[in-house]
């Protein structure tokens, strides 16, 4: 499309026409893409940036870590770094352990006696 086309497909869809020539541009609507859930190592935030994200939301991957601080230092580093291997495998390295989930087997015994 050319400005012209831009221009009047903006009119008849009664869209400002700034956005529509952005979405041409982008060659996607200009809506920030955001990633979150499963989302515990710089690995993974790095390539919710590959696969297109302009963010990746951390929560529990960070809070429930061995050790929260670093984690979330390493997964900023990763998403701003995202295309450079050697510093993902830098960042990525003596983090702990990673998201600490429950232990069932712990509880099995108390699981398996609760009446319904």
């Known amino acids: 499309m050319d400005e ?19 979405t041409k541009q982008l060659g996607r609507l200009p809506v920030v893409q955001f990633a979150a859930g499963g989302v515990a190592t710089p690995a993974d935030a790095a390539l ?30 990763a998403v701003t770094h995202y295309t450079d291997p050697k510093m993902l495998a830098e960042v990525s390295c003596g983090l702990g352990e990673a998201m600490v989930g429950l232990n069932l087997d712990k509880n099995v015994e108390r699981y398996a006696n609760r009446s319904e």
Not at 56 to 68: I, L
């Open 4 to 22: 012209d086309e831009v221009f009047t497909f903006a009119k008849k869809i009664q869209a400002p026409y700034d956005l529509v020539m952005q």
């Open 48 to 77: 919710m940036m590959q696969l297109g994200c302009d963010g990746v939301f951390v929560g529990s991957g960070v809070f429930k870590s061995g050790d929260p601080a670093r984690r979330a230092r390493a997964i900023v580093q």
